[in-house]
């Protein structure tokens, strides 16, 4: 759904905003992170291909955290934030200084420790990247803090990851920490005027710089 130069706009975009978010972390955690945003894509859900290995945590079977975040009135949809839940320990092991723990595959026992970093992390990320869609479009968002849940997909749900989100805006994630990637992503499913919105504005704003 989008073409070359819009995906080339909004992968900048996206990229500033969780840059801010990045210097955001680092301040609270007191640690260098980055994260890097490579690829973005709109996409219908119904497209998504099982064998596309970008997609694996849509079809994989296992425990998966999820934080999610709900927006609107004038550019409304739902934020996801999501990780397999040995990738989301790794993550709150280096923010919490345990380097050294040993992470076992597939392991849902996450700390009550550990889902309050992962839901700090979860609501600055996300509220940056909301945020500054808001000021990228000119309009004032609502939202309130992320809600966090330990999900268990199996081979034959996968579809409660996403449910009824039919175009969603997917951001493939890495987060850098003390030299350890850690690999999530990010899904917006916008509502079809929001979508309109979005599109327009970048193509207003290509237009504007090439003619």
């Given amino acids: 759904m989008l073409n070359d130069m819009q995906k080339d706009l909004l992968t900048e975009l996206v990229n500033v905003y969780v840059g801010q978010a990045a210097n955001m972390l680092s301040e609270i955690v ?6 890097n945003i490579p690829e973005v894509e ?6 998504v291909d099982p064998g596309d290995r970008r997609y694996n945590i849509f079809f994989s079977e296992g425990h ?42 597939d392991d849902p026992s996450l700390m009550d420790t550990d889902l309050d970093v992962l839901k700090e992390v979860s609501n600055v990320l996300l509220n ?68 309109s919105s979005l599109l327009a504005k970048m193509d207003a704003l290509l237009e504007a710089d090439h003619g």
């Fill in 30 to 35: 007191d640690k260098r992170i980055v994260l």
């Fill in 128 to 195: 940056a990247i909301i945020g500054e869609f808001g000021n990228f479009l000119e309009i004032k968002l609502e939202y309130v803090l992320p809600d966090i849940e330990l999900i268990y997909v199996t081979n034959s749900d996968q579809q409660i990851l996403l449910q009824n989100e039919v175009y969603v805006l997917v951001l493939h994630t890495s987060f850098l920490l003390a030299d350890t990637d850690v690999t999530g992503i990010i899904v917006i499913a916008l509502s079809m005027n929001s979508i």
């Fill in 64 to 105: 998966l955290f999820r934080s999610s975040l709900q927006f609107g009135y004038e550019f409304q949809g739902k934020a996801f934030l999501m990780f397999p839940v040995e990738q989301a320990k790794v993550l709150a092991n280096i923010c919490l200084g345990e380097l050294g723990e040993t992470i076992i595959p």
């Fill in 42 to 47: 709109l996409i219908s859900i119904s497209d």
